[in-house]
Structure formats: structure tokens, C-alpha cells
């Protein structure tokens, strides 16, 4: 099992940018594929970015690709989410999430979950 601790989240202005950190702990960061994900109000947990073990790939959900970047650190065992652009509808809370899984994609296939950092956005 590996922990995970998001922090970063706060209000911003629309048009603004955050950077979201997750930091690891517990067992070997490096060995995880890390995911990005997001919770509004009412709403299911969806998917929003991911990067395998290496950083060789990144994948992104089709509402966030050209504003959202995610990248990490395996020698600080962190992960980041860079957001630009803010929108209101990105209001929600950010979650991290750790797997082995190649569903990087599918909120299922992530074990290990930080406890999320709330991100709003104001018009």
C-alpha cells in the first residue's frame, strides 16, 4: 500500500492556475503508474490525467488536455498536476491515486487514494 497526501488546492479566479502536488510514501513511488482525479458535487469521480512509472506516457481526459499537465518526480516520490486556464466547472475535489493497473484510465483500477484537496474556482 502506498500513501498519499494531495496538497496544492485553494480558490483561484477564473483564467487562473494552480499546481497540485501528491506525495508518496510507504512503499516504492517509481513502481506505480500515478492518476489524477476529481469529484464535483453530485457528481461521479472522473478521470483527469495520468503518467506511467517513468513518465514516458501521459493520458488525459478530453476536458483538461490542453490546459491540464501532469508530471512527477520519482527522486522526490511526487506527482504533480499543473492546471491552467481555470474554469468554474473545475470546481471540485482533487484526488490522487496510485496503480499498477494499464486501465489507467478507469477510476476501478487505482488501490490507493489520497485524502483530496478542494480546488474551486470563482467567475
Known amino acids: 500500500q502506498v500513501q498519499l497526501v494531495e496538497s496544492g488546492g485553494g480558490l483561484v479566479q477564473a483564467g487562473g492556475s494552480l499546481r497540485l502536488s501528491c506525495a508518496a510514501s510507504?512503499?516504492?513511488?517509481?513502481?506505480?503508474?500515478m492518476g489524477w482525479f476529481r469529484q464535483a458535487p453530485g457528481k461521479e469521480r472522473e478521470f483527469l490525467a495520468a503518467i506511467t512509472r517513468s513518465s514516458g506516457n501521459t493520458y488525459y481526459a478530453a476536458s483538461v488536455k490542453s490546459r491540464f499537465t501532469v508530471s512527477r518526480d520519482n527522486a522526490k516520490d511526487t506527482v504533480y498536476l499543473q492546471m491552467n486556464s481555470l474554469k468554474p466547472e473545475d470546481t471540485a475535489v482533487y484526488y490522487c491515486?496510485?496503480?499498477?493497473?494499464?486501465?489507467?484510465?478507469?477510476?476501478?483500477?487505482?488501490?490507493?487514494w489520497g485524502q483530496g484537496t478542494q480546488v474551486t474556482v470563482s467567475s
Open positions: 510507504g512503499r516504492t513511488f517509481s513502481n506505480y503508474v
Open positions: 491515486a496510485a496503480t499498477t493497473s494499464i486501465r489507467v484510465s478507469q477510476r476501478s483500477a487505482y488501490g490507493d
